[in-house]
């Protein structure tokens, strides 16, 4: 199973929707299932990363989970309970602006994406590495 957090912004519905096509099993995190308007393949379900209570139904029987996450999100919490749940691999959404190796970033969201990067131990990277390391993790 594939959860994607992050669902129903533009790059998470986007992932969803490729996930879907490839035939991949996908939940879909959401405060607001009621307006997800996820395919129906997709097993949407409620939870908020600012309440950790409300994570681990959402990552049961999860293999891999694909962030997209909203800038100055803490992610100790979702990360404490994906490896309670077993999670084996995640994949953070991360940007551009990152200047690789350098430890004063252009502006706080750089700073803030080096800062997930590291935390979850993803190397800064470029977009095509990124997507060549990461095409089978989600049925590619």
């Known amino acids: 199973m594939y959860l994607v957090i992050g669902a ?8 969803v ?11 879909a995190l959401t405060r607001t299932p009621e307006q997800a308007g996820l395919p129906a393949e997709v097993d949407v379900v409620q ?9 681990p139904a959402a990552l049961a029987g999860v293999e891999a989970a694909f ?9 100790a919490p979702l990360l404490a309970a994906a490896g309670r749940a077993g999670v084996r691999r995640l994949v953070f959404l991360s940007s ?3 200047v690789p190796g350098a430890e004063r970033q252009p502006d706080v969201i750089a700073r803030y ?25 989600f049925g590619g």
């Open 8 to 15: 129903t912004a533009q790059f998470g519905r986007q992932a």
């Open 96 to 98: 551009g602006a990152i």
């Open 47 to 55: 939870g908020d990363l600012t309440k950790p209570e409300t994570l």
């Open 17 to 27: 929707e490729e996930l879907v096509a490839a035939g991949a099993p996908v939940r």
């Open 113 to 137: 994406h080096r800062d997930v990067e590291q935390i979850t131990g993803h190397p800064a990277r470029t977009y095509a590495r990124w997507a060549a390391d990461h095409r089978a993790d």
């Open 67 to 75: 962030l997209v996450l909203q800038y100055g999100m803490d992610v």
